[in-house]
C-alpha cells in the first residue's frame, strides 16, 4: 500500500492525492485508509518513513563493508542527497517541509527522521576523531540540504559531485586530508 502511494504521491504531488484514489488503487475504502493513518498527513509521513527506511537498509549493508573514512564520508553524502532531478524521496521531504511548520503531530516524528542522518554522520566523524562531530555535523547536513534542494529542482550549476566537495570543504584539516 505504501508504495502504490509513494508512486501516486510523486505522480500527483500531495496536493492532488487524495484517498479516495488511492483506494481505488489499492482495491479499499478512502475511510479505511483514513482510519489506518488518521490524515493525509499521516499517510505523508508512513510514507517518508517507507522510503527512509530503505534507504537505511542500503546504508546499513554499506556499514559492514570494510573501508576508509573517505570512501565512508562521500557515500554517506551520496546517500543523503538525491539521485538528480526529481528524485521522489526528496520531493516527499519537500512535501513534509512545510508541513512541519503548520501541522504539530508531524513535528516530533519529522525531527526524529532528520536527527537519524546527523546521528549518523555524528558517529562517522566520531569515530575519525573530529570534535565536536555534533556541530560539524549539522552543518554538513544543512549544507548538503541545501545543495539537495537545488539537485532536486534541476539546477545547472549544483551536481552530486560538486555536493560532496563542497561537504569535504567542511571537514576540519586532518580529515579533509583523509577524505582526498
Not at 70 to 89: H, I, K, N, T, V
Amino acid at each position: 500500500m505504501l508504495e502504490v502511494a509513494w508512486e501516486l504521491l510523486i505522480e500527483r504531488g500531495l496536493a492532488d492525492l487524495t484517498l479516495a484514489e488511492l483506494g481505488r488503487r489499492v482495491e479499499t475504502s478512502a475511510g479505511h485508509l483514513l482510519y489506518y493513518f488518521g490524515s493525509k498527513d499521516g499517510l505523508l509521513l508512513e510514507v517518508l518513513r517507507w522510503s527512509e527506511a530503505q534507504l537505511w537498509a542500503r546504508w546499513e549493508e554499506s556499514r559492514a563493508e570494510e573501508a576508509t573514512f573517505a570512501e565512508r564520508f562521500d557515500l554517506f553524502c551520496r546517500q543523503f542527497m538525491p539521485s538528480g532531478l526529481g528524485d521522489p524521496r526528496w520531493l516527499v521531504w519537500i512535501e513534509v517541509w512545510p508541513r512541519v511548520l503548520r501541522i504539530e503531530e508531524l513535528r516530533e516524528p519529522y525531527e526524529e527522521l532528520d536527527a537519524v542522518w546527523r546521528d549518523e554522520l555524528t558517529r562517522l566523524l566520531g569515530e575519525a576523531g573530529a570534535e565536536n562531530a555534533a556541530a560539524l555535523s549539522r552543518r554538513i547536513c544543512a549544507l548538503l540540504d541545501g545543495l539537495s534542494v537545488a539537485i532536486v529542482l534541476g539546477e545547472d550549476d549544483v551536481s552530486v559531485d560538486a555536493a560532496v566537495d563542497h561537504a569535504r570543504a567542511l571537514l576540519p584539516a586532518d580529515l579533509a586530508v583523509a577524505a582526498h
